[in-house]
């Protein structure tokens, strides 16, 4: 269900040139200013309206949010590092009816009950529910992220206690084909074992340079992480039971 004020919202572009943001290196601000990318990564994503929750990392001006506003999701929080988007994402936020919430901070080191506050998500519901986590992740230090995240799904900890965890993730294309990389690939190793240990992955989109604003150095894509079933959760707990028979 599309809010009907969406249509009224100056182009992402216009923002971008009126609140005269210019892309910031230190914070690896590469944007994606054109709609039917965007719609792209959130079509192949399948961002579904089943998603109890979708958190967005990193939205700058928001125009991958909109996109994924426009499936109908009905509960979405943001986490933006760099205030200067806070005046653009708060129109997307009025427009959405407050579907949208917005946390300034940093994903690196915030507290993730913040967000699950933010999403008005009580503790009880969690574990029956799905969360998408996504974004067009600042290059330089998207690999400290997903390490990061993979520890939290390893202990079921923060946003990695819902039941159900996709991640729909844009690294630069070298990154990505490392996350993936199989037994046979000589691109596997440490980042590949890690990941695929709590993940199924896949590549779901090619994006070259030339879609971002400003153009960088090098190409990306689009890689979706599903997590494995936690044995040690209600319901799936065969490997616990398993240990607790030989006491
Ligand atoms: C590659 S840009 C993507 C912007 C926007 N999503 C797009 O696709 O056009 C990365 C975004 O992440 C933000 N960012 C960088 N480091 C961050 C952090 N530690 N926590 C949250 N956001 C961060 C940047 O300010 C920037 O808006």
């Not at 609140?19 to 039917?36: E, H, M, P, V």
């Not at 190793?189 to 030339?210: D, H």
């Amino acid at each position: 269900m599309i809010p009907k004020q969406f249509p009224r919202l100056l182009a992402v572009r216009d923002l971008v040139k009126i609140y005269g943001l210019t892309a910031k290196s230190q914070l690896s601000q590469n944007f994606i200013l054109d709609k039917n990318i965007t719609d792209k990564i959130v079509k192949y994503a399948k961002i579904s309206q089943n998603d109890t929750l979708v958190v967005e990392v990193g939205p700058g001006p928001g125009l991958l949010t909109r996109s994924i506003l426009e499936t109908g999701i009905s509960n979405i929080v943001v986490i933006e590092k760099d205030g200067r988007f806070l005046p653009t994402l708060m129109q997307l936020a009025e427009a959405s009816e407050h579907t949208l919430k917005i946390i300034k901070g940093d994903m690196l080191k915030i507290d993730h009950e913040k967000i699950m506050k933010a999403a008005h998500i009580d503790e009880d519901r969690i574990q029956v529910s799905n969360l998408h986590l996504i974004g067009n992740l600042p290059f330089n230090i998207a690999s400290s992220f997903l390490v990061q995240w993979i520890k939290m799904l390893s202990d079921r900890s923060g946003i990695f206690k819902f039941s159900n965890i996709t991640m729909t993730l844009m690294f630069q294309k070298e990154v990505g084909d490392r996350i993936i990389a199989d037994t046979t690939s000589p691109q596997r190793g440490r980042m590949s074992v890690l990941v695929q240990s709590f993940c199924e992955v896949k590549k779901i989109y090619e994006v070259p340079s030339s879609v971002f604003v400003p153009r960088p150095k090098v190409d990306a894509s689009v890689i979706q992480l599903t997590a494995l079933p936690n044995p040690f959760l209600k319901g799936n707990n065969n490997n616990r039971q398993k240990v607790n028979s030989y006491k």
